[in-house]
């Protein structure tokens, strides 16, 4: 079982920054995929970034050159960080991990953290 505990985000105008942080209970080099997806008002959860276990961090088109996706393994910790936020960034972000265990795929799910972006 591994846990995920996030921190971060909270209010900003459009234009600003805002961070996340997601801590794992595990060591997350060994994990196959981690990553960030949303939850927006009335609207499907959907990836945000991801890193497989080729090293390559994807991200959703609507962030790409806005959203950074970093971590640290000495932490357990990846992160968010949030530039140039919009309107539309408004949402419930869950980190996400999935553990390979006996060739089967375990997943978990941060608690979520509210971004909301708004004037």
């Known amino acids: 079982q591994v846990q995920l505990v996030e921190s971060g985000g909270g209010w900003v105008q459009p234009g600003g920054s805002l961070g996340l942080s997601c801590s794992a209970s595990t060591t997350i080099s060994r994990l196959k995929v981690m990553g960030w997806y949303r939850e927006g008002p009335e609207k499907e959860r959907q990836l945000v970034a991801v890193?497989?276990?080729?090293?390559?961090?994807r991200y959703a088109d609507s962030v790409k050159g806005r959203f950074t996706m970093s971590g640290d393994n000495a932490k357990n910790t990846i992160y968010l960080q949030m530039n140039n936020l919009e309107p539309e960034d408004t949402a419930v972000y869950y980190c996400?991990?999935?553990?390979?265990?006996?060739?089967?795929?375990?997943?978990?799910w941060g608690q979520g953290r509210q971004v909301t972006v708004s004037s």
């Open positions: 996400y991990a999935v553990q390979l265990i006996a060739s089967a795929n375990h997943e978990y």
């Open positions: 890193i497989l276990g080729d090293g390559i961090i």
